[in-house]
């Protein structure tokens, strides 16, 4: 497991951003988000500080953190690779090209590599079905995507 040590500043930033939402009605959902931006996830302390803080279980604030996929909690890699399963890709190959990253990088899907370099995520159809397979790793897309291109584009980014 990735264990962080948080930028002190950031937290106290994020405090401040807590006192003064706190009252609002619904300030759980803003909040979660200003963490998620600012530190890139949902750190398990900031998690604690935010119950503490609203005065809500901590149960209740995973419970709204998990319904939401955009919330993640575990650190993204620098690269975050994450191969389009779409109908077009799928039926082209993406699984294979999927568990080829997952081989080779030794993670799951929803992972990053202990170094913080790659992250596996989950995505649908990215809109270049004419390309397809595509796998996108941050914002660039790569088109045409092979199996044997795994090991090279990973040897590329290294
Ligand atoms: S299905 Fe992969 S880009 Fe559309």
Redesign the pocket.
């Known amino acids: 497991m990735i264990k962080d040590k948080l930028d002190e500043k950031k937290v106290e930033e994020f405090e401040e951003f807590i006192e003064k939402h706190k009252d609002v009605k619904g300030a759980v959902m803003p909040i979660l988000q200003e963490a998620q931006n600012k530190f890139g996830y949902l750190p398990q302390e900031i998690m604690e500080l935010i119950s503490k803080k609203l005065g809500i279980f901590l149960s209740e604030i995973y419970g709204v953190a998990t319904f939401y996929s955009q919330f993640t909690f575990i650190p993204k890699g620098k690269y975050s690779i994450s191969v389009?399963?779409?109908?077009?890709?799928?039926v082209k190959g993406?699984k294979a090209i999927l568990d080829e990253f997952i081989e080779v990088l030794g993670i799951g899907v929803g992972e990053t590599t202990d170094d913080r370099k790659f992250s596996i995520v989950e995505?649908?159809?990215?809109?270049?079905?004419?390309?397809?397979?595509?796998v996108m790793i941050n914002n660039k897309a790569y088109p045409h995507f092979n199996k044997d291109d795994v090991k090279k584009v990973l040897e590329e980014l290294e």
């Open positions: 389009c399963l779409g109908t077009a890709c799928y993406a995505t649908r159809c990215v809109g270049l079905c004419s390309d397809a397979p595509v």
